[in-house]
Nanobody, 120 residues
């Protein structure tokens, strides 16, 4: 089993910044990718940003040039630097990892979510 521990959420004003962190632990053979999703009330959960073990990244168009995802492979940790935050960024943010627990078996694992609120 893989566990994800998230931190860094909170309340910020429009234009402000937050940095989210997520550390993976447990029975991990290898990590394929880590990323961040978000879900606002009444909306579907959507991909915000993701990064592979090969350092390839992709972003939702709505956050491109404002958010930056990075990772520390040695610590199995992924970060999301969020700048120029807008009220529409308000959501619960979930950390996700696709990880192998054996040589051949993999699964997706989720954090419990952290609230990000952007408001004056």
């Amino acid at each position: 089993q893989v566990q994800l521990v998230e931190s860094g959420g909170g309340l910020v004003q429009p234009g402000g910044s937050l940095r989210l962190s997520c550390a993976a632990s447990g029975t991990i053979f290898s990590i394929v990718a880590m990323g961040w999703y978000r879900q606002a009330p009444g909306n579907e959960r959507e991909l915000v940003a993701a990064i592979t073990s090969g350092h390839s990244t992709n972003y939702a168009d709505s956050v491109k040039d404002r958010f930056t995802i990075s990772r520390d492979n040695a610590k199995n940790t992924v970060y999301l630097q969020m700048n120029s935050l807008k009220p529409e960024d308000t959501a619960v943010y979930y950390c996700n990892t696709r990880a192998y627990t054996t040589l051949r078996q993999w699964n997706d694992y989720w954090g419990q979510g952290t609230q990000v609120t952007v408001s004056s």
